[in-house]
T-cell receptor, first 116, second 116 residues
Framework: ETGVTQTPRHLVMGMTNKKSLKCEQHLGHNAMYWYKQSAKKPLELMFVYNFKEQTENNSVPSRFSPECPNSSHLFLHLHTLQPEDSALYLC???????????????FGPGTRLTVL | AQKITQTQPGMFVQEKEAVTLDCTYDTSDQSYGLFWYKQPSSGEMIFLIYQGSYDEQNATEGRYSLNFQKARKSANLVISASQLGDSAMYFCAMREATVAGNQFYFGTGTSLTVIP
C-alpha cells in the first residue's frame, strides 16, 4: 500500500455506539492530522500529532478521542455521537511540523460517517 | 474574517480550454505557503501545487500553474487544456509560519465541471 489509507470508507452508527476510524500512512512522515469536512464548510482541523505527541486540539468535543500509537498510525475513537457529527473525516500526514512552510499534507480517501 | 476565500462555488469549462479558479487569502505574516488541492468524488484530497510567499516566480506543475499576486493577496489556480478527469472540487489552502507550525487554513472550495 502506498500513501495514506483510511478504514472504513463508510460507517453508519447510532448515537449510542462506539466505533473507531483508522488511518495509516506509508510515507515515512512524522505528523498526522484529523480533519472534519461538512458540506458547504471549510475543512475543520480537529487534531494534530507530531512524533506521536498531540500538539493541537481545536476545541473538539470529548466524544471524539484520538490515539496515535506510532508515527504511522492514527485512530479516532467515537462514542455517543450526534447527528450533526455526520461528515467526511479525513486523515492527513506530513513530514513533520518543523519542516517549514513547504511541508505538504497528503490526505487519505476519508471515512464517510453517518450518525443516525 | 476568513483566511481563505474562494468566491466561485461552481465553474464550467469546455474540454481543452483553460480555466482559472480564484483564491484570495488574508494574513499579516510575511512568510506563508499556499497550496491547491483537488478532491474528486471519491473523497481523497490530492495535492496539486505549492507557492511560497517569497517565491518570485509563479509555481507550475504540468498543466497546473499558480497566478500569484502578492500585493492583491491572490493565488489563483490556472488549469490549461482541461480534461474530463479534471472535474472535481478544488480547494485553496494556506499555511502560516506560526510558532506551532501547524496553522493550516482551507477555503470552501470550487466545483469544476469539464464539459465534453
Amino acid at each position: 500500500e502506498t500513501g495514506v489509507t483510511q478504514t472504513p470508507r463508510h460507517l453508519v452508527m447510532g448515537m449510542t455506539n462506539k466505533k473507531s476510524l483508522k488511518c495509516e500512512q506509508h510515507l515515512g512522515h512524522n505528523a498526522m492530522y484529523w480533519y472534519k469536512q461538512s458540506a458547504k464548510k471549510p475543512l475543520e482541523l480537529m487534531f494534530v500529532y507530531n512524533f506521536k505527541e498531540q500538539t493541537e486540539n481545536n476545541s473538539v468535543p470529548s466524544r471524539f478521542s484520538p490515539e496515535c500509537p506510532n508515527s504511522s498510525h492514527l485512530f479516532l475513537h467515537l462514542h455517543t455521537l450526534q447527528p450533526e457529527d455526520s461528515a467526511l473525516y479525513l486523515c492527513a500526514s506530513s513530514q513533520d511540523l518543523a519542516s517549514g512552510l513547504t511541508d505538504t499534507q497528503y490526505f487519505g480517501p476519508g471515512t464517510r460517517l453517518t450518525v443516525l | 474574517a476568513q483566511k481563505i476565500t474562494q468566491t466561485q462555488p461552481g465553474m464550467f469549462v469546455q474540454e481543452k480550454e483553460a480555466v482559472t479558479l480564484d483564491c484570495t487569502y488574508d494574513t499579516s505574516d510575511q512568510s506563508y505557503g499556499l497550496f491547491w488541492y483537488k478532491q474528486p468524488s471519491s473523497g481523497e484530497m490530492i495535492f496539486l501545487i505549492y507557492q511560497g510567499s517569497y517565491d518570485e516566480q509563479n509555481a507550475t506543475e504540468g498543466r497546473y500553474s499558480l497566478n500569484f499576486q502578492k500585493a492583491r493577496k491572490s493565488a489563483n489556480l490556472v488549469i490549461s487544456a482541461s480534461q474530463l478527469g479534471d472535474s472535481a472540487m478544488y480547494f485553496c489552502a494556506m499555511r502560516e509560519a506560526t510558532v506551532a507550525g501547524n496553522q493550516f487554513y482551507f477555503g470552501t472550495g470550487t466545483s469544476l465541471t469539464v464539459i465534453p
